[in-house]
């Protein structure tokens, strides 16, 4: 027997946990016998034989269950022989990263990869099966029937345009299983790459079954001329309307050659209006430049570009680098106030108010993502709503249905509303709210605790409305004290995003249109809690309309490597639907948001592993004679039987539950 994972064996040391547990409970006080119980003295001597052989084998039996918890994280397996057929696997592994658009010959490198397979494929014989794949930094199979390998590979083209990095560790875990799963006699991998060393950083990768021999086939040229535009960065990508910023660009010098006075372009457009800066470089071997440019003041709207560094060198690829800046006014925020009455002279949105302005009443902060208004819902009316981004609600529920369907329309074009609740927020006085579709589901009244404060017991740390939260020197959430809550039964297309107890819902998210509702099941006045006096409701309520007006996560601009899933691109799409739209550099809008796309940095780095490193890093054994071959390696070693690997985990698990019913019986 064998282990897949041999290191947890040492998890078997846990067997001494139960034996001093044992030795503990063994420690008894001195018996006094006292002649009342004389005439149960045969009885006491039977039930501790009894309690005697029940404690060994709950030793033995918890023993048992150590040791078999840690044979099932090793992974056992048996190795066998068993007759194996006359099949050949032939696995292809071709590389399509960005450094493979080198073309030293005029040829691009994964061109004459593609070739090379085709070649290979012919000279392989019928009975062999072939498996293909392209790889960066996923896995793309070409071909997973052996039927369909003429059409397949006669029409094989290498992809117009690389852009992604190199992660051989996905590659050559995915040949492995393959090589696993296949009962061929003979079974061979060849790599076509350029042995980036970069490469060999991302994904760690278990070592080859017995028998499988790796070929590498060696495309790359060592890079003399080439200069990699590492970064270009502005210092804020969200400004205020005739507000500049600086951008910093990294230069790095790849080459074995000077630069002096090399132009560094940057260009910036808005529908027809442009921006263009230059500025020049001295780059010296193996060394960084950085370079600064100072933008003026921008108008109004999404202004995007390059940065580009005007060089012929031998990778084209990391010449220029996209960048987007956002020049917008504050969020225009309509805050509705539908108290009836002022308790004390404070009305129900005076702290939301400030926390929102950052400034006291009359006044304004430049540093105040928000401009607000506040109204009195009067008449059940609202104002017109086209001339805002944002609208709170503030216990505020009594809309006519009319006014209910002109607030649903503006969250349907893309506004944002956040709704806190209270007095007035009740079933029957949001009917009108639940008639447009803005309500989270059904309301069924109001908790109130009389003693103890609720409080919040958990929430979605990944969204990006809360995510701040998980370092508690931003705030605990868990302070947070309430005196009543509005309970709501979530419809099923509303997202919770936290919990009081009983799992009661207190704060929900749920989509209408292109908008967002976001339902916070209390009150942003004192009249349910205390918490609006707390260090958290600032903090907490501009997240709130942050996340609804795109400014938390990185803001609306949001920059990312090629090969990168950000967390607010997992809030709105699927890995699939990201890699299809953001496949290339570029700036793309989505759901609100634009994303710049760039190309690795790390793919600019030339530096090149030997075949032997390659081998060392993804434990497989490699010879320069196989290296150096020009056709398919000759099968070698006893035809007609093959090693078999047969993992028994599932039959330990199996014991282990066993045996963990059985030490459950017994104690």
């Known amino acids: 027997m064998e282990f897949v994972q041999s290191t947890f064996l040492y998890a078997l040391a846990g067997l001494a946990v139960p034996v001093i547990i044992h030795l503990i409970f063994r420690w008894q006080t001195r018996r006094v016998d006292l002649g009342t119980t004389r005439f149960l003295a ?4 039977e039930t501790a034989r009894r309690r005697k052989v029940k404690r060994w084998l709950l030793l033995a039996l918890r023993m048992a269950c150590v040791a078999l918890l840690a044979l099932l994280f090793a992974r056992p397996y048996l190795l066998a022989q068993r007759p194996g057929n006359e099949e050949r696997l032939l696995v292809f592994l071709i590389d399509r990263s960005a ?87 003979a079974r061979d991998v060849y790599v076509f ?73 940057l260009s910036l457009h808005n529908g027809a209006r442009t921006v263009r800066l230059q500025d020049k470089a001295s780059l010296r071997p193996g060394e960084a430049t950085e370079v600064e440019f100072e933008l003026g003041g921008v108008d109004t709207g999404l202004w995007e570009g390059t940065v580009a560094v005007d060089i012929e060198d031998d990778l084209r690829f990391d010449n220029v680098r996209h960048l987007a800046l ?38 304004s902060s430049e540093t105040s993502p928000f401009r607000t208004e506040v109204c009195r819902l009067e008449s059940q009316s609202l104002p017109a709503l086209d001339q805002f981004e944002l609208v709170v609600l503030a216990n505020a529920a009594q809309l006519s249905p009319t006014e209910a369907e002109r607030l649903a329309k503006f969250v349907r074009a893309g506004g944002g509303l956040l709704v806190f609740t209270g007095e007035n927020v009740t079933a029957e006085g949001c009917r009108s709210l639940a008639g447009a579709g803005l309500t989270p589901g059904e309301i069924r009244g109001i908790a109130r605790t009389h003693d103890l404060p609720l409080r919040w017991e958990r929430w979605d740390d990944r969204h990006l409305t809360l995510t701040p939260f998980n370092d508690p020197q931003n705030g605990d959430l868990t302070r947070l004290g309430f005196q009543a809550f509005t309970e709501v039964s979530p419809a099923p297309d509303t997202k919770v995003l936290a919990w009081f107890g009983d799992d009661e819902p207190a704060l929900t998210e749920h989509r209408l249109g292109n908008g967002r509702v976001l339902w916070f099941l209390s009150s942003c006045s004192r009249a349910w809690g205390d918490w609006a006096r707390s260090r958290l409701f600032l903090p907490l309520v501009h997240q709130l309309l942050g996340d609804l007006a795109q400014l938390t996560g990185g803001g609306p601009i949001q920059t990312r490597d090629i090969d990168e899933f950000t967390p607010a691109l997992a809030a709105v799409m699927s890995d699939a639907a990201w890699n299809e739209r953001l496949s290339k550099p570029g700036v793309t ?65 199996c014991l282990l539950i066993g045996v963990l019913g059985l030490e459950w019986m017994l104690s």
């Open 42 to 45: 045969e009885l006491l001597r």
């Open 99 to 185: 450094g493979m658009a080198l073309a030293p010959d005029g040829v691009r490198l994964v061109d004459a990869a593609v070739e090379r397979v085709q070649q290979l494929v012919q000279e392989a014989g019928e009975s062999s099966i072939v498996e293909a794949a392209f790889f960066d930094t996923s896995v793309e199979p070409i071909l997973t029937d052996g039927r369909e390998r003429e059409a397949a590979f006669n029409g094989l083209k290498a992809p117009q345009q690389l852009w992604k990095g190199t992660s051989y560790g996905a590659a050559m875990s995915w040949a492995r299983d393959i090589c696993l799963k296949s009962s061929a006699s």
């Open 193 to 265: 790459t350029d042995l980036q060393r970069a490469g060999l950083d991302w994904t760690d990768a278990a070592p080859f079954p017995e028998g499988v021999r790796v070929r590498i086939e060696d495309l790359g040229r060592d890079v003399g001329n080439n200069v990699a535009m590492l970064r270009a960065v502005p210092a804020k990508t969200l400004l205020r309307p005739g507000q500049g910023t600086t951008i910093s660009v990294t230069l790095f010098n790849f080459g074995e050659f000077s630069h002096s006075d090399t132009p560094v372009v």
């Open 326 to 363: 956002l020049s917008a006014p504050p969020q225009r925020c309509l805050i509705v106030d539908g108290s009836e009455s002022e308790e004390g002279g404070i009305p129900e949105t005076w702290f939301l108010e400030r926390a929102l302005r950052l400034a006291a009443s009359g006044e």
């Open 589 to 653: 809008a989505i759901d609100q948001r634009w994303y710049v796309t760039n190309v690795n940095p790390r793919e600019s780095d030339t530096d090149r592993c030997t075949p032997e490193e390659f081998a060392d890093r993804f434990r497989f054994e490699w010879s320069d004679e196989a290296g150096r071959q020009g056709g398919l390696a000759t099968a070698t070693g006893p035809r007609g039987t093959e090693t078999r690997r047969d993992e028994v985990w599932s039959w330990v698990a």
